[in-house]
């Protein structure tokens, strides 16, 4: 069977409803906050990324996932910026992140109208699909509303890049979360830059590192810079705004 037609959450409670509203009631469901904020007016709502052929667009939560590793140990690294981005954007839209569910730690709130539902999954960085597979399956969340947020060494330091889909670029842990979306890789992902190893220091050594004094106030602009364009992704989608972020992004370091 499909990964994203059906699965069952590897938690120690198992949910019996997805996000979008059904016919049943579950006895314990992070799906309800979401219910509740629903006004009863917006029975449909214009979603941020609309498709043109469907006609009248039905109310879509956002599944939005940071990469990295849980614990102390790796806090401040530079493989877990994309832990620090969902954090900031926890902390800018008032959601708080106190759910668990298979191998992740959730946050239910929304971005304006938009419901999202905030993911950092504990299952360690290599094995991060086992988390965000299963919860985008369970919870009927189309590969074009899971945005995944992660470090890129192909990017200088502090520079971020939206893209509408791609491949995995050697990212291990961007490429298990593609196995467990049956190999698709057509979802929305926002990359932040942490720059390349210098000289022939060991890749693993220098993803597992904090970052310098200057390199962090970089980090923490970027981090500001992303929740404002998270914002404008989830409630226009990928329109000019999005094309005009990337721009300014790629030459934001460069002196005339």
């Known amino acids: 069977m499909s990964m994203l037609a059906a699965a069952t959450p590897t938690t120690s409670a198992h949910f019996s409803a997805p996000l979008l509203p059904c016919s049943h009631t579950p006895r314990r469901?992070?799906?309800?906050?979401?219910?509740?904020a629903r006004r009863?007016?917006?029975?449909?709502?214009?979603?941020?990324?609309?498709?043109?052929?469907?006609g009248p667009v039905e109310y879509t939560p956002w599944l939005i996932a940071g990469l990295g590793n849980p614990g102390n140990k790796y806090y401040g690294t530079r493989h877990n910026v994309g832990f620090e981005m969902v954090d900031?954007?926890?902390r800018e839209e008032g959601i708080t992140m106190n759910t668990i569910q298979s191998k992740s730690l959730l946050g239910v709130g929304s971005?304006?109208?938009?419901?999202?539902?905030?993911?950092?999954?504990?299952?360690?960085m290599n094995y991060s699909g086992e988390a965000i597979g299963p919860l985008a399956a369970y919870y009927q969340v189309p590969l074009r509303h899971i945005l995944l947020v992660y470090d890129d060494m192909s990017l200088p330091n502090g520079v971020l890049r939206i893209q509408r889909k791609g491949g995995h670029g050697r990212h291990n842990g961007l490429q298990n979360v593609i196995e467990h979306l049956d190999g698709r890789r057509e979802f929305p992902r926002l990359s932040i830059g942490i720059g390349s190893p210098p000289g022939k220091m060991d890749t693993r050594a220098f993803l597992l590192q904090k970052f310098s004094s200057e390199e962090r106030v970089q980090i923490d602009t970027a981090l500001e810079q992303g929740v404002d364009a998270v914002r404008t992704l989830v409630l226009k989608g990928f329109s000019g705004s999005i094309?005009?972020?990337?721009?300014?992004?790629?030459y934001k370091f460069h002196r005339v």
Request: glycine share 2%; net charge positive; charged share 20%.
């Open 29 to 36: 469901s992070v799906a309800a906050p979401f219910r509740r």
């Open 40 to 54: 009863p007016r917006l029975s449909t709502v214009v979603a941020s990324v609309p498709d043109p052929a469907a």
């Open 88 to 90: 900031r954007i926890a």
């Open 111 to 124: 971005i304006g109208e938009v419901p999202v539902l905030l993911v950092k999954p504990q299952s360690y």
């Open 243 to 250: 094309e005009r972020f990337n721009l300014v992004q790629k």
